[in-house]
């Protein structure tokens, strides 16, 4: 095992925890989760069916806050982050990727993408936002769709849509919730491909999947239970 | 620089969602349109009622600020006030007195002077009677009257000089009296328009007995013969004559002094001067009987029109309301269709309140693009009304759409766009991001 330069982790989750209040009985979902991402980073994180893994990423995507614990970015505490800064953060900092494509279906793969740059955080003259949203087409290899609107599209093509809009900003690091989840296994290992891929440039990842081949693909993989992440092989430490 | 890229960014995802909405986006400003209409006509016609209403009393009393001093009547007092007033610039002096045009000897068929509308109607004997203010009116009398006949009777009015500086007469036909020069020996009246129509109704003889009805013709009156120089818009529907003074003093016997009604407008400036002076010539004890008063019409009137005003209003507020109820509604709808959407754009980092003013935004643009087409409506509306009634309803020829109506749309409009986008502005500004990872 080589020994690697000592690097600022992106981000630090420390005893983590958040309990969520539906209709019923508050039900505390994560119990002190600890994380750490370091740059160029892939972690998959599995776990059954309402175990909380789209919430544990709800809170590392500043979606919402956590109840307790501490969370750092770029060894900053952001823990308690006000709704602006979150929003700048996640526009500077986050790259998502859902189950679901959520592609606005009025829009061109062009105009989807280009959504995540003209989203009132700075402004971008329309030629170099162009620029930018063909780069993002071509870095999931799908620049000849780009005026196609989504109906046009296939799932997979959908999807590599939805991850040009998460990379366009270029983000730190991407979050991918199932994002195979809606696809067939030769397209979603394609999908897996492109997301790889962003960590070669030096983007963390974490992928929440049930497919294990696709988990075995991340340099770590974890597993959600009980309200903790526990390592999912022996000998990988969290 | 954040500020713009916010703004830039808020147009584009706003005319991204115009555009993804056309149809709705027309169906909202339909429902608001009636409502936007309703303000700007209700406030249109109000402005132009009012607007009416000042001129018409502007013609009979004076306008704004003008000074109107009566004086009593008597020989002393027609002389002190021609001696002060006849050239002045800044006031203007009216005699008024009763004359009958026509064939001599007969009843006038409009005894009194009353309007020609109740001409020929029989009734009581009427006479002119005019009172220390310079009001004449119609009294019975006690007199027996001569036989009806070819005659009309009118209100003479003899000026010193151009009266339509203080009451904005309209010239209909020929001209206005000539001041200049030596008086001429047969007098030469403007008439007023319900005058005019006398001669046109009647077939008159060019003769004038002044005096009026009441008092039985004497063998001393005048008969000049007068000659029509022009027919002016009063806002009277006496039927009335305009002179110089100078040529109906001459005709007038100094006994005939009084009986006449004498009267003074002037500018304040004027009024300054003239007033005591009036006063000191006249001698304390008619200096008591002097009348003056400001004419303050536009706040009389303000009153006047605020009842049917604001019943209007209300009425026009309760369309309004329903067009709000219309826009709200598909602005709730709308923010329900795009829940994913805005929490997508908040995942990406666009700002709550960014969304919340895209929102509200939208809808003020369809509240002002609806002000535009009803304002739009507003303006050809009045001007086909002008061309279709305008022939015989003069307030509405060539009347300019007036502005006051333009800003009640524009405020309807606003108003309707913030009542219609705020709750769903809220409404979008509370969707959690989250939704997008539990679709
Ligand atoms: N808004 C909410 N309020 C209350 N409970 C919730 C809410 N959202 C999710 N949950 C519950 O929290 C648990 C974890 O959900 P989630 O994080 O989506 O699980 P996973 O992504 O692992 O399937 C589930 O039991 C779910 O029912
Ligand atoms: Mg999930």
Known sequence: MTVTPIQQPLIQLNGVTKTLKGQGEPRPILSGVDLTVRAGESVAILGRSGSGKSTLLSLIGLFDRPDG????????????????????????????????FFLLKHLTAAQNVAMALVNGQGWLARRKRRARVLAALEQVGIAHLAKHRPARLSGGEQQRVAIARALVRQPRILLADEPTGALDTETGALVIDVLHAATDRGCGLILVTHDHAHANRMGRVVRLRDGLLVPDRAGVAV | ??????????????????????????????????GVLAIVAVQASSVLANRALLADIEMNEGKDGTVVVGVPPGTESVSAVLDLVTGHPGAVATTSTGAIIGEPGLTPVNPGGVPLRYADQGGPAMKMVCDGRGNCYSEVSDDKPPPRGNAVELLVVGVTGDIRQFRPFQLEA???????????????????????????????????????????????????????????????????????????????????????????????????????????????ELAGQIYTHTVDSRERIGGQLDMMKWIFYGMAALVLLIGVAGILN??????????????????????????????????????????????????????????????????????EFPWEAGVAGVAAGLVAGVLGGLFPAIRAARIPIATVMRA
């Open chain 2, 330 to 399: 598909v602005g709730l709808a709308t923010v329900g269709e795009r829940v994913e959407e805005f929490a997508l754009r908040r995942a990406v980092g666009t700002p709550r309140l960014l969304l919340a003013g895209i929102v509200l935004a939208e809808t003020l643009i369809i509240g002002l693009l609806t002000a535009a087409a009803a304002i739009a409506v507003g303006v050809v509306g009045l001007e086909a009304a002008g061309q279709v009634f305008g022939a015989n309803r003069p307030t509405l020829q060539n009347v």
């Open chain 2, 174 to 284: 020929g001209s206005w009296l000539d001041f200049g020069g030596q008086p001429s020996m047969s007098p030469r009246l403007v008439l007023n328009r319900e005058a005019a129509e006398a001669f046109t109704r009647y077939q008159l003889p060019a003769e004038m007995t002044i005096g009026g009805s009441g008092s039985q013709p004497s063998p001393g009156s005048p008969h000049p013969t007068p000659r029509v120089v022009g027919a002016v818009h009063d806002g009277s529907s006496q039927p009335t004559a305009y002179v110089r003074a100078d040529e109906l003093l001459r005709w007038l016997p100094e006994t005939s002094n009084a009986a006449q009604s004498m009267g003074i407008l002037m500018t304040p400036q004027a009024s300054a001067s003239i007033t005591p002076a009036l006063r000191a010539k006249l001698g304390p």
């Open chain 1, 69 to 100: 614990g501490q969370y750092l970015l770029h060894g900053a505490d952001i823990t308690r982050v006000p709704e602006r800064r979150a929003a700048r953060l996640r526009s500077q900092e986050f790259g998502f990727v859902f189950q679901r």
């Open chain 2, 1 to 34: 620089m954040a500020l713009t890229g916010r703004l830039r960014s808020a147009v584009v995802i706003g005319g991204q969602g115009i555009r993804a909405r056309k149809l709705r986006t027309f169906l909202s400003m339909i429902s608001l349109f009636l």
